[in-house]
């Protein structure tokens, strides 16, 4: 069993910067595939960025690569999205997830733990 508690989301001008923490509980956070998702308002949820187990291999959506990096500490026990270049569109409450395996996928029901969600407001 995998607790996640996301930290860090806020309301940031277009432009600006945020990095949010996502905490896990558990001795067995270093053999899980991390994930970050947003949902805006009135859409679905969507995959932002994932990373594998040992920090290796890193995965983003298309709409922020280049802008947004996915990172972890497996002694702390987190993982941290960096969010450069933030716009408007950005806007969405984001989710911490966790899933067992190797492979990082990009589908919502392929993770089994999921944090609260903290929102995120770009204004223009």
């Known amino acids: 069993q995998v607790q996640l508690v996301e930290s860090g989301g806020g309301l940031v001008q277009a432009g600006g910067s945020l990095r949010l923490s996502c905490a896990a509980s558990g001795r067995t956070f270093s053999s899980y595939v991390m994930g970050w998702f947003r949902q805006g308002p009135g859409k679905e949820r969507e995959f932002v960025a994932g990373i594998s187990w040992s920090g290796a291999n890193t995965y983003y959506a298309d709409s922020v690569k280049g802008r947004f990096t996915i990172s972890r500490d497996n002694a702390k026990n987190t993982v941290y999205l960096q969010m450069n270049s933030l716009k408007p569109e950005d806007t969405a409450v984001y989710y911490c997830?966790?899933?067992?395996?190797?492979?990082?996928?990009?589908?919502?029901?392929?993770?089994?733990?999921w944090g609260q969600g903290t929102q995120v407001t770009v204004s223009s």
């Open positions: 997830t966790a899933r067992a395996g190797t492979a990082v996928f990009t589908t919502p029901v392929s993770y089994a733990y």
